[in-house]
């Protein structure tokens, strides 16, 4: 038997109990009174049915961080009994939706009735695994869960396609199982069994890399509650890049080649972009360009290529690894529609949740449009190179710019 259908089997388990009233534990009754699981960590349970309150298997409470508003349409992945779902209805209002999706068919029918004991109507429960969410594409403005993706072996998949159902400036909160980058790997398993962590918590560092893979910037990741031997409760917050309607961010892929260097030509054809005149092959490109911080904004409806931001190391010496050179480049036929701004404010999320604390780039003067552009975004201009190369029959100036982190790279200097 797979271990995701031994879990599945587990939680129908436990959905049945509830179902005949009894209290659910997935854990040891000391683990789950001392890390805060179950209801611990609610304070408005007024009306709910005992079903979801027997069926609470959290480990925290993500309705409380998710910043919910009226009107909303939010996803519970893996929503168990429902509370988190009930608790969502309520806070986006009948204008909003809660959505739960849970593997265990038992459980989406313990929260069906949840639901219908409790009168919400702005409810629906889904049958399917968090690895493949059964809702289109941006359909969704946020993504919660209370412990469940610990228990994915498919975590990759989990983020990938919640970052596909969230719409563009959607937000992902989730309360999960965290360990330290540094635990020693048997203690880690024994206190992961005892808190009914079965298919193995991600470490932090680990967690940041799987949401900037995924697509995610402004990742947050706060630890709530220790279970010992290097194991964590913790929130997790990221948000998908925001950009207009009928448009996405998200990572630049090997098969957006062709695009995004006709993209860089027509930039370069303008005699406005670069001292270059020509795209390098895509075999350049990626060399020249760090294999993280690449991003494309893309037509949602025929997946083509609208605009690109990628980075470049400055120098290899360890003092400049949060150095960054960077590049913008949108396609002539949609610029002046805020794709450049989108793609820049994404860009600079994205670096500084990877450490960098300076990108920089150069521009030429009379290119006014782009100037502009980076000094709204924080950029300010820190010299002129003057007459720094021949391009198109002309010396041209090259004004050095540069944007410092108010986030990261910030420690006072102790000497």
């Known amino acids: ?248 961010i998200r990572p630049m892929r090997a098969d957006d080649a062709a695009q995004v260097l006709a993209i860089y030509q027509a930039g370069l054809d303008t005699g406005q972009a670069s001292f270059e005149t020509v795209a390098p092959s895509w075999e350049g490109f990626d060399a020249g360009k760090l294999p993280h911080l690449r991003y494309v904004a893309a037509d949602t409806e025929t997946g083509e290529v609208i605009g690109w931001a990628a980075a470049s190391a400055v120098s290899t010496g360890p003092v400049y690894a949060g150095v960054v050179e960077h590049s913008v480049y949108v396609h002539p036929g949609c610029q002046a529609h805020g794709i450049g701004r989108a793609l820049l404010t994404a860009f600079i999320a994205a670096a500084e949740d990877t450490g960098v604390w300076t990108i920089q780039s150069g521009i030429f003067p009379d290119n006014a449009a782009s100037l502009s552009l980076h000094q709204a975004l924080g950029f300010r201009v820190v010299g002129t190179r003057e007459r720094l190369g021949h391009h198109h029959g002309l010396w041209r100036d090259v004004l050095l710019i540069e944007r410092r982190s108010s986030a990261t790279g910030t420690v006072p200097d102790r000497r």
């Not at 799987?210 to 709530?224: E, M, R, S, W």
């Open 1 to 248: 038997m797979m271990a995701d259908e031994k879990i599945v089997q587990r939680y129908s388990g436990l959905a049945r109990q509830a179902m005949n009233g009894e209290p659910a534990l997935d854990c040891g009754p000391e683990s789950f009174a001392d890390g805060g699981f179950g209801t611990a960590g609610y304070d408005d349970l007024a009306g709910l049915p005992d079903g979801a309150l027997l069926a609470s298997l959290g480990c925290g409470n993500p309705v409380a961080v998710a910043e919910l508003r009226a009107g909303e349409t939010v996803l519970d992945l893996g929503s168990g009994g429902g509370i988190d779902v009930l608790l969502s209805a309520r806070r986006v209002g009948l204008y909003g939706k809660a959505y739960g999706l849970d593997a265990s068919a038992d459980m989406v029918e313990l929260a069906r009735r949840n639901a219908e004991h409790a009168g919400v109507e702005n409810v629906e429960f889904l049958h399917g695994g968090i690895e493949r969410i059964p809702l289109p594409g941006q359909s969704v403005d946020v993504v919660i869960s209370n412990c469940v993706i610990n228990l994915s072996d498919d975590k990759a998949a989990v983020l990938a396609e919640t970052f596909r159902v969230l719409r563009p400036g959607g937000r992902f909160g989730v309360s999960d199982v965290v360990v330290d980058n540094t635990a020693d790997p048997v203690r880690q398993a024994a206190a992961e069994q005892r808190i009914g962590c079965a298919a193995g918590a991600l470490g932090i560092d680990a967690y940041r890399a799987l949401l900037a893979a995924a697509g995610f910037t402004q990742v947050a990741i706060t630890l709530t509650a220790g279970h010992g031997d290097g194991v964590h409760s913790a929130i997790v917050q990221a948000v998908k890049p925001a950009i207009g309607p009928g448009m996405e």
